[in-house]
């Protein structure tokens, strides 16, 4: 059997290490002792919404435990569970317990995001649901001060007056500007924050409103950002969402890549981390430590307790949003040579380059003295096979081409 916590294999419910984070060592049972609540209505809150979510319609129920079992309870509750969501009004709703719980699996363990305890966790019928435990609760049931980004910067179903659309009012940009104001040692958790805006446009998640990134009071009595929570590919469930649930920052559809292209790109993360405030030079690590995890993710979406077919759709949308973020140095050093990767190594047959609109190169990577100045701004030099013999004889700039990664779809020989 595979921990229905962590996936890891040859164990008999959850794994000692899942047990500890989520019941502080309580031997609890991944078979809840009754069955699905009885479905209340949404109508209700779907009625004040014009844009279906998943958080419009993913029913939350509280849990706690008493010795070694979990209760449902109405007050003090530790833990938060999330069935299938009833009705028809989302695509696949069966598989969103195993959705959101991969998806916080991958930041977690892949990308060392740090992110609420949670785990799957099967009904007395079998149907699987969502389990995350609560980090605003202290061990003595009291609660830490927290406060999502819409009540930060004064949204509210009364002032926004767009129903429970409120939460899509605003932008990424402005959440960063709220936790320089709250946080006091507040670069590395806008690093965690760029980190996570990053991972959920990489793993389409549309629905990372105002409510879903919040701040909480520390036993030290100061501020942080919460462990990412509500996280999930929303797109197998809502295919006609937007790419994000907010603007990354005012203007962001008129950057040069948006326009060209429709959609956001690597330039437009660098914007956006340049308006954070992050170092460049930081920032520009963040964003090749997320485009460089391919391989670990598609091994943990292969354990997943997801239906093999959707594990090819999930893999499927990961892998064309990781095309759109281009191509790092990394990436296409590995392609010239794998035994010494170097974007510049000499290679012995000219490479085909393949862009974002599909246009293509035939030549050579050549190293000048600019190469290194351009490789900041993921650039690199470029002699087509047209100019390779002409640039042989006697190398000038017209016969060179700059190649941006960022616009890079694939790399290969012939
Ligand atoms: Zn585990």
Same mark, same amino acid.
């Given at each position: 059997?595979?921990?229905?916590g962590?996936? @890891?294999?040859?164990v ?32 209700n809150?779907?009625e004040k919404?014009k ?15 008493? #010795?070694?079992?979990?209760e449902?309870?109405?007050? #003090? ?10 009705g $028809?009004?989302l695509a696949?709703?069966?598989?969103? =317990?195993e ?5 916080m699996?991958? !930041?977690?363990?892949v ?11 099967y009904?007395?019928?079998?149907t =699987? ?17 927290q ?5 930060? $910067? #004064?949204?509210?179903?009364?002032t926004?007056n ?8 605003? %932008?990424?940009?402005?959440? #960063?500007a ?6 006091a /040692?507040?670069t =590395?958790t ?6 996570l805006?990053?991972f ?5 998640n549309g629905d ?5 990134? $919040? ?8 501020y ?17 969402e937007?790419?994000? !649930?907010?603007d ?11 326009e060209?292209?429709g959609?956001?790109?690597? !330039?437009?993360f660098?914007t ?6 992050l ?11 997320l ?6 993710v598609v091994?943990?979406i292969e354990?997943s307790?997801l ?8 893999t ?26 170097? *974007? ?6 000219p *490479? %085909?380059?393949?862009?974002l609109?599909? $246009? ?12 290194e @100045? ?5 650039q ?7 100019? /390779?013999k /002409? ?15 960022d616009e ?7």
């Amino acid at each position: 059997m595979m921990c229905p916590g962590c996936y @890891k294999i040859n164990v008999e419910g959850y794994c000692t290490a899942c047990r500890k984070e989520m019941f502080d060592g309580v031997k609890v049972s991944p078979i809840l002792p009754f069955k699905a609540p009885a479905l209340d209505t949404i109508a209700n809150y779907q009625e004040k919404t014009k844009r279906l979510s998943i958080s419009g319609v993913q029913l939350k129920y509280s849990l706690r435990l008493t #010795g070694k079992v979990l209760e449902l309870t109405d007050t #003090g509750g530790q833990y938060i569970i999330k069935p299938i969501p009833p009705g $028809s009004l989302l695509a696949m709703p069966e598989i969103t =317990p195993e959705n959101e719980h991969l998806t916080m699996q991958l !930041a977690r363990q892949v990308f060392n995001i740090k992110t609420a305890a949670n785990a799957l966790i099967y009904f007395e019928d079998g149907t =699987p649901a969502y389990i995350t435990r609560r980090f605003d609760v202290k061990p003595d049931g009291a609660k830490y001060l927290q406060e999502d980004m819409a009540q930060l $910067s #004064g949204r509210s179903r009364q002032t926004v007056n767009q129903g429970e659309d409120f939460k899509y009012n605003g %932008t990424y940009e402005e959440i #960063g500007a709220l936790i320089k104001q709250y946080v006091a /040692a507040y670069t =590395p958790t806008l690093e965690r924050y760029f980190k996570l805006v990053l991972f959920n446009y990489l793993f389409s998640n549309g629905d990372a409103h105002l409510k879903n990134f $919040s701040l909480i009071q520390t036993a030290m009595g100061d501020y942080t950002l919460t462990p990412a929570y509500d996280v999930m590919c929303t797109l197998l469930h809502v295919p006609t969402e937007a790419d994000m !649930a907010l603007d990354l920052y005012n203007g962001d559809h008129q950057s040069t890549f948006y326009e060209k292209h429709g959609f956001f790109g690597r !330039a437009d993360f660098r914007t956006f981390a340049d308006k954070l405030g992050l170092q460049p030079v930081r920032a520009r690590r963040l964003i090749t430590e997320l485009l460089s995890k391919r391989n670990e993710v598609v091994a943990l979406i292969e354990k997943s307790f997801l239906p093999r077919a959707i594990k090819k759709d999930y893999t499927q949308k990961y892998l064309e949003r990781l095309a759109r973020l281009g191509m790092t140095e990394q990436m296409i050093s590995e392609v010239i040579d794998p035994e010494h990767p170097g *974007v510049y190594t000499a290679a012995k047959q000219p *490479v %085909t380059l393949t862009f974002l609109d599909r $246009s293509t190169k035939v030549g050579f990577f050549y190293r000048t003295p600019e190469s290194e @100045k351009l490789k900041l701004k993921n650039q690199y030099n470029f002699v087509e096979m047209r100019h /390779a013999k /002409a640039y042989k004889k006697k190398p000038g700039e017209e016969l060179m081409t700059i190649v941006n990664g960022d616009e890079l779809l694939e790399v290969a020989y012939m």
